[in-house]
C-alpha cells in the first residue's frame, strides 16, 4: 500500500519532471487545450450574463388585462370576482387608468409625451399573476369571453421567448462542450503516443525487469491529466480575461439601456468543475493511448 | 525440484521458423551451465522462454516448480523479480545515470528509495563501478556497460542469473573478468545460466555444457 501510493507521488513528479524538460511543447499543448475548452467555457459564462439580466419574477407567467374605456367602477369590481375564477390565476391586481399614466411619466424618455396629453388615453386594467406552468393562453381566453374586457396581452411571453432561446443557446454550448471535450481526448491521446514512442526503450526494459503493467502505465497517465488540468487553467485565464476586456463594452451597452450588465466571472464552482472535468478527460485519453499502444508493443 | 526444467519444448516462430525441437533439460538450484551452439543454433530462443519473453509452442517449462509458458501474464512481472536477466545487446537507458539504471528493478517491485539506493549501491559495488554511479552509460566503456548490465541482473537478488552472449562485444581480458564475476555469483547460491557461441571461454569452467544445434540439444 504504501509503495503503491509511493509510486503514485513518483509518477506524478516524474511527469511533472519531463513537462519541464519540455517548456515549449507542454506550453503548446496547454495552449491547445486551453483554447478549446476556453470556448465551451466563455459561451457558458456569456449565457450566465445574460440570464441574470432577465428578472426572475417575470418567470412566472403574468398577463395584462385592459377595460373598455367606457368600463365603470362597478364593472372593474365584478370582472375583479371574475377574473380570479379563472383557472391558473394566482392574484389580481387593480391598475386605474390614472395610477398607469403615472407610471408612464417616470419611464425614461416617456415623460415629455406623457406631459404633452391633454387627456389621458389609457384605460383601466388588471395585472392577472398566474401561478407558474399554468396555462397563460387558456387563462387569456377565459379572460377575453369576460364583459368589457378590451384587450388581454400576455406579457411574458417575451420571457418564455428569452428562456426558449437560453435553453437552446444552453444546448448548443453542451454540444460544442462535448466536442470540444472529444478533442480534448483525442489531443492528449495523441500526446501520450509520441510520449510511449520516445519512451519505449524504457518500457520495454522496464517489463523485462519486472514491472507490472499499472507501474509503467501510471507516469503516462498523470501525464495526461497534468495537461488537460493546465490547459483547464489556460482556458479559465482565457476566460478571465476576456470578461475584463469585454466588461467596459457591455458596461456601455447596460448604460444605454439604463440598466447594469458586468460580466460573469467564472466563480470557484466553475473553476473546480472545468479543472476537474479536463483532468478526468486527459485521464481518459491518456488511459486510452496506453491501452491501445501498450499492447502494441508486447 | 530442477530450478529450471524443459520438456519436449518445441518452439515455433510465426512464419515457420523452428528455433526449438524436442528440448528436454534439467537445471538444478546452485548449478552453473554453458549454453553453446552455432549462431541461431536457438539459444537466445531457449533462454527467452525462461523469463516469459517468449511462450513455447510445445512443451513444458518450469522454473522453480511454475509453468511459465502457461502463466498469466499478470503473473510474469513477479517471475521476472526472481530472474537476473543479461541480453546480448544490453538494453541499457541512455537518458538516466548508471544509478538510475540498476535502480530501476527495484522502483517496479516498490522497494523505498533508501532501502533500493543500498542496495543499488552494493550491487555496483560488486562489479566495480561504485565510483562511476553518475555517469551516463554511453560514458562507460564497453566493458563497464556490460558490468551495468550484470549490476542491473543481479540487484534484485534473483536465484537465477541468466546470461545470453555476455562477452559478445568485449575482448578477451574483460570477458575472463566477467565469467569470474558469474563464478563468484554462482559460489554464493545463485543457478548462473550462460549462452555463448565461445567454446574455448566454456571449457575454462569445469562446468556443464550443453550445445544446441538446429534446435535441438546435441549429444
Known amino acids: 500500500m504504501t509503495s503503491w501510493l509511493r509510486h503514485h507521488g513518483q509518477s506524478l513528479a516524474d511527469a511533472l519532471r519531463r513537462l519541464a524538460q519540455e517548456p515549449l511543447g507542454s506550453a503548446l499543448n496547454a495552449l491547445v487545450i486551453g483554447v478549446a475548452l476556453a470556448l465551451p467555457l466563455g459561451a457558458f459564462l456569456a449565457l450566465e450574463t445574460v440570464e441574470r439580466l432577465v428578472p426572475r419574477a417575470a418567470t412566472e407567467p403574468e398577463m395584462s388585462v385592459f377595460l373598455d374605456l367606457d368600463a365603470t367602477r362597478a364593472d372593474a369590481e365584478r370582472l375583479e370576482r371574475e377574473l380570479a375564477k379563472l383557472p391558473g390565476v394566482r392574484q389580481t391586481r387593480f391598475v386605474p387608468k390614472d395610477q398607469a399614466l403615472a407610471e408612464m411619466g417616470r419611464t425614461e424618455g416617456l415623460a415629455d409625451i406623457v406631459a404633452t396629453l391633454k387627456r389621458n388615453p389609457l384605460p383601466d386594467a388588471f395585472v392577472l399573476r398566474l401561478t407558474p406552468g399554468a396555462n397563460a393562453t387558456e387563462a387569456a381566453d377565459g379572460a377575453r369571453r369576460l364583459g368589457k374586457v378590451a384587450k388581454v396581452q400576455i406579457d411574458s411571453a417575451w420571457v418564455a421567448r428569452l428562456q426558449a432561446s437560453l435553453a437552446f443557446g444552453r444546448a448548443a454550448a453542451l454540444v460544442l462542450a462535448a466536442l470540444l471535450g472529444v478533442g480534448l481526448v483525442a489531443a492528449t491521446f495523441n500526446t501520450i503516443r509520441l510520449q510511449l514512442a520516445t519512451r519505449r526503450d524504457e518500457v520495454e526494459v522496464s517489463r523485462l525487469v519486472g514491472a507490472t503493467e499499472a507501474w509503467i502505465r501510471r507516469p503516462f497517465l498523470y501525464s495526461g491529466a497534468i495537461q488537460a488540468v493546465l490547459g483547464a487553467g489556460v482556458a479559465i485565464a482565457i476566460a478571465v480575461g476576456a470578461s475584463l476586456y469585454l466588461g467596459p463594452f457591455l458596461a456601455r451597452l447596460g448604460s444605454l439601456y439604463g440598466g447594469e450588465i458586468t460580466p460573469m466571472l467564472p466563480n470557484p464552482a466553475t473553476v473546480a468543475a472545468v479543472i476537474g472535468v479536463a483532468a478526468l478527460l486527459g485521464l481518459a485519453g491518456a488511459w486510452l493511448s496506453v491501452s491501445v499502444h501498450l499492447r502494441r508493443l508486447h | ?219
Do not use: W
Not at chain 2, 36 to 62: F, Q
Not at chain 2, 117 to 145: C, F, N, T
Open chain 2, 1 to 219: 525440484m530442477p530450478a529450471i526444467r524443459f520438456q519436449e519444448v518445441g518452439k515455433r516462430y510465426p512464419g515457420g521458423h523452428e528455433a526449438l525441437r524436442r528440448v528436454t533439460l534439467d537445471i538444478e538450484p546452485g548449478e552453473m551451465v554453458f549454453l553453446t551452439g552455432h549462431s541461431g543454433a536457438g539459444k537466445s530462443t531457449l533462454l527467452k522462454l525462461i523469463p516469459a519473453i517468449e511462450r513455447p509452442t510445445h512443451g513444458v517449462v518450469l522454473v522453480n516448480g511454475q509453468n511459465v509458458g502457461r502463466m498469466r501474464a499478470a503473473a510474469v512481472p513477479y517471475l521476472r523479480r526472481n530472474l537476473g536477466l543479461v541480453f546480448q545487446d544490453q538494453r541499457l537507458l541512455h537518458d538516466r545515470s548508471a544509478f538510475a539504471n540498476v535502480m530501476l528493478p527495484l522502483a517496479a517491485a516498490g522497494l523505498t528509495p533508501r532501502d533500493a539506493a543500498k542496495r543499488v549501491r552494493a550491487a555496483l559495488d560488486k562489479v566495480g563501478l561504485l565510483d562511476r554511479e553518475r555517469s551516463d552509460p554511453v560514458a562507460l566503456s564497453g566493458g563497464e556497460q556490460q558490468r551495468l548490465c550484470i549490476a542491473r541482473a543481479i540487484v534484485n537478488r534473483p536465484s537465477i542469473l541468466l546470461a545470453d552472449e555476455p562477452t559478445a562485444n568485449i575482448d578477451a581480458d574483460l570477458a575472463g573478468e566477467i565469467m569470474a564475476m558469474f563464478r563468484d555469483f554462482n559460489r554464493v547460491g545463485v543457478t548462473v545460466m550462460i549462452a555463448t557461441h565461445d567454446l574455448g571461454l566454456a571449457a575454462r569452467f569445469a562446468s556443464r555444457t550443453l550445445r544446441l544445434d538446429h534446435g535441438s540439444i546435441a549429444p
